[in-house]
């Protein structure tokens, strides 16, 4: 028997997005198609992290950053990454990939202390520096294949 059952209305059915993650409080961030969701297994509260601005975008990965529990990385189908504080509701941080056009939707980010690394569908890994306004530091083409192992 399940121990919890959530809904999940509007979930994009694409093997290839990252839309689940646990932080080390236990909150499961979840992805339903232009929103996140965080679901605190302690409290069992459910809140609503935040909402695409746009009626054609929508969440395709999250990682929570190990370094800073509060703290989500969530990248968006228009290739931007975003930085969230879980603690205030608040959006910290937009990083507009380098040639957005050609970036594409980000199928998945992760964590190396303060940098974001963000795969794209084109094969490009994005290296971010999450404390400069300059924020793009390394940029590789490694494969044709999305997401990272």
Excluded at 57 to 69: A, F, I, K, N
Excluded at 78 to 93: I, K, Y
């Amino acid at each position: 028997m399940p121990e919890k059952v959530l809904d999940a209305p509007d979930i994009i059915d694409d093997f290839y997005l990252n839309i689940l993650d646990w932080s080390m409080d236990n909150i499961l961030a979840v992805a339903l198609n232009q929103e996140v969701y965080l679901w605190n297994s302690s409290s069992g509260d459910i809140t609503c992290l935040m909402s695409c601005g746009f009626d054609d975008e929508y969440v395709s990965s999250l990682e929570w950053s190990p370094d800073s529990p509060n703290i989500i990385a969530v990248g968006l189908s228009a290739g931007r990454v975003q930085l969230w504080d879980a603690s205030s509701q608040s959006l910290v941080r937009t990083m507009r990939l380098g040639g957005v056009s050609s970036a594409g939707r980000v199928p998945a980010v992760t964590w190396r202390e303060y940098l974001v690394s963000s795969a794209s569908k084109s094969g490009h890994i994005r290296h971010h520096d999450t404390r400069i306004a300059h924020h793009e530091v390394g940029v590789g083409d490694f494969h044709t294949q999305v997401g990272f192992n």
